[in-house]
């Protein structure tokens, strides 16, 4: 099955890209612009800034010391996609791989000096999955060749001993390849990989071992800590690991350690990560929406893990979270046409940013840029848009549960179904059967969808006339069931409430006291300011209802804000919250994955009120 998690047991079972196809619309739009555009581009500036010729040999060696990663998930995005240049980068890529399958262009030579922040083992975790995603989709060749070489290499290295990386992501690539080998050896290196975690297994950095999470094992955590695509991306591998080796205590170890991240370490966005010195969590309701880093890869590496959590406990509160991150993180990270990208994803820029032209060295939030020194992110969006169709749907005995509400063919065992919405923009979703057949269709309700509506409308015929009307009941949030017989022609219409709320944050949040944003659906809006729009740094909010206006097929709001608050006397504290004299402005708000297309400008979530 073409599916980028594939566990063998769980309380629900993914259906891959061979199982689902995205049509035009939200998500449709943006694979295919994709495939079309970002795969190319990020092909274009990898050959431009030589971290394709270090693969070549050419001297002297180009990028950062983790660079061949970034190939590596091109590769995967190319697999997912079928692309055709594929097979030419890929022997490039063979080109530099020594006789034992060690391979990387950075520590040929001085193999294994630096586990701290060498990347060997992170590079060789982007490959095997960049392989699995080739064997899942094509079968074997040389990536996947490569990909396994590499495996065996890590395998009659690493077995025995304390080593690991300091940045996870092998762990959960191992688990995966022994999906789908079914070689004992690579599951019992991830297994081991985990539970060196914490022994330490790694040296004292300025950071402190939390950073790699190191600092403690897995099983004694208590929240998510440390570089926040670290610690993602091991919990992801923690669940693979649990889920193969039927390690409940393990499993329920990751499943509290996320509860609590996103009680109390999680942005309205669903980005994660509030530090930018080391890219990492905060304490407990340390979330300033300036000083965000939310990183694109954190929030990518989210998705991982609650989609996992998802298939392993068919828990809909890890669908609702999935998400709240496609909308307000993986649609932000990318730009409109494409070709440039976000790093990081605060909540507030104060100042515009200035334009640049070719690499960005700050990877600073305010402005997408086209390359980054360290680029991940345009890589990491490009393999998840080309894996999406394998997050939308699963399998629940013999019929469908649909995660995500985009318009998509689906189609499991005996039933077929043809979803078609303007979600996000509206909340009407119709799911059309377009064959006879058995089995129980479910569609998740999502978590802010109280007031919700299901109806099921049977085909009508000479000998099965419709009865007076659709059946229309109340739905609650969570997953709405209905069960077969099906009819080619039967509908289910869902109906979920897209009226604007306020949204207020928990008191604890110091810096977000005193503030609140408004959500739609499942999108985040943001105040948006450029050239001589009226600033964003001297104005108040009023909590009135907000005014809906759709502009080229999307919905922006309008809200009521009060600009200037008067003379504070010189000094901005005083005995009483004294505002007013401003002026009332009508203030535009968009949804915040669409921000940052007009130019440099100023922006927040979060508004005074």
């Not at 889920?243 to 669903?270: F, M, N, P, Y």
């Not at 999307?554 to 804000?561: F, S, Y």
């Amino acid at each position: 099955m073409a599916n980028p998690v594939l566990p063998s047991s769980g309380v629900l079972s993914p259906l891959g890209l061979d199982a689902v196809r995205l049509s035009p619309g939200f998500w449709g739009d943006r694979a295919a612009l994709n495939r079309e555009v970002t795969i190319a581009h990020c092909q274009e500036w990898e050959e431009r800034e030589g971290w394709i010729g270090n693969f070549r040999g050419e001297r002297p060696r180009r990028g950062r010391e983790f660079s061949d990663s970034e190939i590596y998930k091109l590769l995967e995005a190319m697999a997912w996609a079928d692309h055709p240049e594929l097979p030419a980068l890929a022997e490039t890529v063979a080109q530099a791989q020594e006789g034992d399958g060690y391979i990387n262009t950075r520590w040929s030579g001085s193999r294994y000096t630096d586990f701290e922040w060498g990347h060997e083992l992170y590079c060789y975790g982007h490959l095997i999955q960049a392989g699995v995603a080739r064997l899942r989709m094509h079968g074997e060749d040389r990536l996947t060749e490569v990909a396994i070489r590499a495996a065996d290499h890590v395998c009659r290295r690493f077995m025995e001993g304390t080593q690991t990386c300091g940045h996870p992501v092998i762990e959960m690539a191992l688990v995966e390849l022994y999906r789908v080998t079914r070689a004992e050896r690579y599951l019992e290196m991830a297994r081991r990989f985990v539970e060196r975690r914490g022994l330490p297994a790694l040296a004292e950095i300025p950071f402190g071992r939390a950073y790699y999470q190191d600092d403690l094992p897995v099983r004694q955590a208590q929240v998510f800590r440390g570089h926040a695509v670290r610690a993602l991306y091991l919990a992801s591998g923690v669940v693979d690991v649990a889920v193969e080796t039927e390690d409940q205590e393990l499993l329920k170890a990751i499943e509290s350690q996320w509860e609590r991240t996103v009680a109390r370490r999680t942005h309205l966005t669903g980005g994660m990560g509030s530090r930018h010195a080391d890219e990492s969590y905060g304490e407990d309701y340390e979330l300033p929406p300036d000083r965000a880093y939310n990183e694109t890869c954190a929030g990518i590496a989210s998705i991982m893990l609650a989609h996992r959590l998802l298939l392993a406990t068919g828990d809909a509160r890890y669908a609702d979270l999935t998400e709240r991150t496609l909308y307000n993180m993986l649609a932000t990270g990318a730009a409109l046409d494409g070709r440039s990208f976000f790093y990081a994803n605060p909540l507030q820029v104060r100042v515009p940013a200035v334009p640049l032209e070719g690499v960005n060295h700050a990877a600073e939030g305010g402005l997408r840029s086209p390359w980054f020194d360290v680029s991940c992110c345009p890589n990491n969006i490009a393999r998840t848009l080309a894996s999406l169709p394998a997050y939308v749907a699963a399998a629940s005995g013999d019929g469908i549960l649909i995660h995500h509400l985009t318009p998509s063919e689906i189609r499991h065992g005996g039933l077929a179904v043809r979803v078609e919405t303007g979600y996000p923009w509206t909340g009407s979703v119709s799911v059309r059967v377009l064959a006879d057949g058995e089995g129980r269709i479910g569609l998740r309700v999502p978590a802010w969808a109280s007031d919700a509506t299901l109806a099921h409308v049977p085909v009508s015929s000479p000998d099965a006339p419709l009865p007076d009307g659709p059946v229309i009941r109340p739905v609650s949030p969570g997953y709405a069931h209905v069960d077969g017989p099906w009819r080619a022609g039967d509908e289910l219409r869902l109906e979920l409430p897209m009226r604007p709320r306020w949204t207020f944050p928990d008191r604890r949040i110091d810096a977000l006291r005193g503030s609140a944003a408004v959500e739609r659906g499942p999108l985040v809006y943001c105040a948006e300011s450029v050239a001589d729009e009226p600033p964003l740094g001297d104005l108040t909010t009023r909590v009135d209802p907000p005014v809906e206006r759709a502009v080229d097929g999307v919905v922006e709001l309008e809200v009521t804000a009060v600009l200037g608050a008067g003379d504070n006397g010189g000094w901005p504290y005083g005995v009483e919250d004294a505002h007013g004299g401003g002026a009332d402005v009508r203030l535009r708000l968009v949804p915040y994955h669409r921000w940052g297309n007009r130019g440099p400008a100023t922006m927040r979530v979060w508004l005074p009120i």
